[in-house]
Nanobody, 122 residues
């Protein structure tokens, strides 16, 4: 069983940066593919970035490319999402999730954190 806890969200002005962290417990995440999803009010949850077991990012949402960076530290059992040049369109609840099957589909991620709110003001 994997427990995931996100942190690092908050209110930031457009153009600013935030780094989200996802701390795992219960078991090591080294055998899981990890993803960051987000869900804006009234919209479906979407995958923002995904990283493989060995730390290779394998997916970025088109709007996140060049601005967001996903990374992981298996020794710390933690995954990160560095977000730069934030815009109001990035406002959402951001979730960390784990899966054994690399996918862009939320339903295939079996473990989820509680989410952290990111609000970008214009």
């Amino acid at each position: 069983q994997v427990q995931l806890v996100e942190s690092g969200g908050g209110l930031v002005q457009a153009g600013g940066s935030l780094r989200l962290s996802c701390a795992a417990s219960g078991t090591t995440i080294s055998s899981y593919v990890m993803g960051w999803f987000r869900q804006a009010s009234g919209k479906e949850r979407e995958l923002v970035a995904r990283i493989t077991w060995n730390g290779s990012p394998t997916y970025y949402l088109d709007s996140a490319k060049g601005r967001f960076t996903i990374s992981r530290d298996n020794a710390k059992n933690t995954v990160y999402l560095q977000m730069t040049r934030l815009s109001p369109e990035d406002t959402a609840v951001y979730y960390c999730a784990a899966t054994s099957t690399p996918s862009t589909t939320a339903a295939l991620y079996g473990y989820w954190g509680q989410g952290t709110q990111v609000t970008v003001s214009s």
